[in-house]
């Protein structure tokens, strides 16, 4: 438990007396699900338990999801009052968020805002990309530019105008570059950690409390090399 509780404390990458925005590694839980598992709100609370040697409980609350395949930036709040102004700040969409994804080589845009209309399936968690208005398909805009070339690989930066289930991965299979190790969408193969090549890189909001403007940025998953040459 100490080692995980140590690598924890390095995965914070800002804390202040109301928020703690963590980058999260591929593979871990945001939050229990049906799994089981044990997830990052568990973990953190735990963490500033014992850390902070606090007696009762630890409030903490999640503002806003990613995958669990996915790696990067998560948002929790350590206070009630930080929670529901975030939580607001987020249905007003005004925490920007900008991903990285690492995508096959093929010929696309260099640069270009995608307008599909997404439609989740329950049963096989999955979303169907419509590129008409459909019926309980909601609209899902992002925009796009490749950033960096590799051998093999393109990497593209994405910023969000809406935030839907698996929405980068389902528009980026719809236009013929799944995801890095995405199986799910359409990837040719897995990666070895189970991950994809998917990381929330960047967030930048006014702080609910003490209204400054933050920028966060989380360092790419350093254990991996394609992603390691994207970053330098």
């Known amino acids: 438990m100490h080692e995980s509780q140590n690598n924890l404390g390095q995965q914070i ?31 953190i609370k735990d963490f500033i338990k014992k850390r902070d040697n606090k ?10 999801r990613i995958d ?12 009630s009052k930080a929670l529901s ?21 093929e010929m696309i845009p260099q640069s270009q805002r995608l307008v599909h209309y997404l439609q989740k399936n329950e049963k096989t968690n999955k979303a169907t990309v419509f590129i ?16 960096k070339t590799l051998d093999n690989f393109q990497l593209l930066e994405i910023d969000l105008e809406t935030g839907r289930h698996h929405q980068i991965r389902a528009q980026l299979s719809k236009i013929g570059v799944p995801i890095k190790g995405d199986l799910k969408y359409g990837a040719a193969r897995s990666n070895p950690d189970g991950g994809i090549h998917l990381h929330a890189r960047k967030l ?8 400054e403007n933050l920028e966060v940025v989380a360092p790419v998953p350093q254990n991996d090399p394609v992603w390691k040459a994207c970053e330098q």
Do not use: C
């Open 204 to 211: 930048a909001f006014i702080h609910p409390v003490t209204k």
């Open 13 to 43: 990458v800002f804390e202040d007396n109301h928020l703690l925005i963590i980058n999260k590694k591929a593979g871990q839980l945001v939050q229990g699900d049906k799994t089981g598992d044990a997830s990052l709100l568990d973990l």
């Open 68 to 79: 669990r395949p996915t790696s990067g930036l998560v948002i929790y709040a350590k206070t």
């Open 132 to 147: 008409k208005p459909t019926e309980n398909a909601k609209e899902s805009i992002l925009n796009y530019q490749i950033i």
């Open 55 to 64: 007696p009762g409980n630890v409030f903490l609350g999640l503002v806003h």
């Open 85 to 105: 102004r975030l939580t607001q700040m987020v249905k007003n969409r005004e925490i920007k968020k900008t991903y990285w994804a690492v995508v096959a080589k």
